[in-house]
């Protein structure tokens, strides 16, 4: 079993900056990537950015040239670094993991709350 423990949410303004951290508890050496989805009031929840264990990453086009994920593997740790941050990135955050050999993610954590607003 895995467990994922997020922070770094909050209230942002508009152009302005946020770190989120997610940091793995449990059976880690069994993860191939982890990443973050987000999930918008009355949307669908869309993937954000992922990143394996020997650090390729993926972004959604809207975010690209403003996040960026990266990863400690000794630390167990999962970073989205969030930049030029808009209103229309208010979303509950959660942080994802998939193990070796799956396909979907395996594992999420509680999710935090990121508001860009004046």
């Known amino acids: 079993q895995v467990q994922l423990v997020e922070s770094g949410g909050g209230l942002v303004q508009p152009g302005g900056s946020r770190r989120l951290t997610c940091v793995g508890f449990?059976?880690?050496?069994?993860?191939?990537?982890m990443g973050w989805y987000r999930q918008a009031p009355g949307k669908q929840r869309e993937l954000v950015a992922r990143?394996?264990?020997?650090?390729?990453?993926h972004y959604e086009d809207s975010v690209k040239d403003r996040f960026t994920i990266s990863r400690n593997n000794a630390k167990n740790t999962v970073y989205l670094e969030m930049t030029n941050l808009k209103p229309e990135d208010t979303a509950v955050y959660s942080c994802m993991a998939v193990a070796f050999g799956s396909s979907e993610p395996d594992y999420w954590g509680q999710g935090t709350q990121v508001t860009v607003s004046s």
């Open positions: 990143i394996t264990r020997d650090y390729i990453t």
């Open positions: 449990g059976s880690i050496s069994s993860i191939w990537t």
